[in-house]
């Protein structure tokens, strides 16, 4: 039994980051537009 960690990108933390993309700027969100993070998804194959 192994694990491999795969640099997946997390949409749904990238929308939540950055927030709707919208012409005036962002509203939705408190912190500047940012590039999506790279998270760390483990996954364990059926052996």
Same mark, same amino acid.
């Given at each position: 039994?192994?694990?491999?960690? #795969?640099?997946? %990108?997390?949409?749904?933390?990238? !929308?939540?980051?950055?927030?709707?993309?919208?012409?005036?700027?962002? #509203?939705?969100? %408190?912190?500047?537009?940012?590039? !999506?993070?790279?998270?760390?998804?483990?996954?364990?194959?059926?052996?």
């Amino acid at each position: 039994m192994w694990r491999l960690p #795969l640099p997946l %990108p997390n949409l749904l933390t990238a !929308a939540a980051v950055n927030g709707p993309d919208n012409a005036d700027g962002d #509203l939705y969100s %408190p912190r500047p537009r940012q590039p !999506a993070r790279l998270h760390f998804v483990f996954y364990q194959p059926v052996s």
